[in-house]
């Protein structure tokens, strides 16, 4: 099974951005974690700042992997692009956050992601990913 974990902009700088928010590992040691405990599963990672390059990656792994693991970081509130690109593939993607956005700005509340992606799962850290990944292991 292959799980694609993109993460969108500014998320290079966990472990040092907001720290309070957002926690204190980066998400190279993380990743570390999520292999070890899936050794079964090909986990994949991919990180960019750039909405095009993020859509991109969805368009060439949409057709293949078996499901995608998403922060889309502050596109999620913004970006009709990366919600047509969703629907455009067959895999299917979760959304995640790692904080919850529910409790910050009422900006944060909306997601033009969350309609076409299988579910969101936000505000439990790192393991957001963690639990984002059983969701995709879930048949239904
Ligand atoms: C985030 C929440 C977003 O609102 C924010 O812009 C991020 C990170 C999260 O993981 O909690 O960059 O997606």
Avoid at 10 to 25: A, C, D, F, P, Q
Avoid at 27 to 51: C, G, K, M, V
Avoid at 106 to 117: K, N, P
Wanted: charged share 15%; proline share 2%; with cysteine.
């Amino acid at each position: 099974m292959k799980i694609q974990i993109i993460n969108g902009p500014n998320l290079n700088l966990l472990g040092v951005r907001e720290k309070s928010i957002y926690g204190n590992t980066g998400f190279e040691t993380y990743l570390e974690q999520l292999h070890s405990l899936y050794p079964a599963l090909e986990i994949d990672y991919y990180q960019s700042n750039i909405e095009g390059e993020i859509i991109n990656k969805l368009h060439q792994i949409g057709f293949s992997y078996d499901g995608v693991v998403l922060n889309a970081g502050a596109y999620t509130h913004t970006s009709i692009a990366i919600a047509d690109a969703i629907v455009a593939i067959n895999t299917p993607v979760v959304e995640v956050h790692i904080s919850n956005v529910y409790k910050r700005e009422e900006f944060r509340h909306t997601s033009m992601l969350a309609a076409s992606c299988k579910g969101v799962i936000a505000g439990f850290g790192m393991d957001s990913y963690r639990l984002a990944i059983e969701s995709l292991l879930i048949v239904n």
